[in-house]
């Protein structure tokens, strides 16, 4: 049975640091494009990174590039969102997701098909 879980979340003041942990299973990091996605209140669900683990290949979208880093354990098959200077606007659930392809267009990344979603963590960011 595939599962993706996340766990992180929570309040944290602005310029604060969290990191977030996506627990997959049923799949290997071999066998899909990974990716970090976040969805705001009122608004769409957008893509905040993907990533290919296996080829240590990373994407970000612009408005959080330089204060994000994904990266994955592939012995425990953990996915990782490690998120620095957190403003405000970070404020969103967080979800992991595994998917056929990365998907990087100018500003914005996500995922090609996407076949699977964790069931998201909140994070918020108080000013």
């Known amino acids: 049975e595939v599962q993706l879980v996340e766990s992180g979340g929570g309040l944290v003041q602005a310029g604060g640091s969290l990191r977030l942990s996506c627990v997959v299973s049923?799949?290997?990091?071999?066998?899909?494009?990974m990716g970090w996605f976040r969805q705001a209140p009122g608004k769409e669900r957008e893509g905040v990174s993907c990533?290919?683990?296996?080829?240590?290949?990373?994407y970000y979208a612009d408005s959080v590039k330089g204060r994000f880093t994904v990266s994955g354990d592939s012995a425990k098959n953990i996915l990782y969102l490690h998120m620095s200077s957190l403003k405000p606007e970070d404020t969103a659930v967080y979800y992991c997701?595994?998917?056929?392809?990365?998907?990087?267009?100018?500003?914005?990344?996500?995922?090609?098909?996407?076949?699977?979603w964790g069931q998201g963590t909140q994070v918020t960011v108080s000013s």
């Open positions: 049923g799949f290997t990091f071999d066998d899909y494009a």
């Open positions: 997701a595994a998917g056929y392809g990365l998907f990087v267009a100018p500003g914005h990344v996500g995922l090609n098909g996407v076949k699977h």
């Open positions: 990533a290919s683990i296996g080829e240590n290949i990373t």
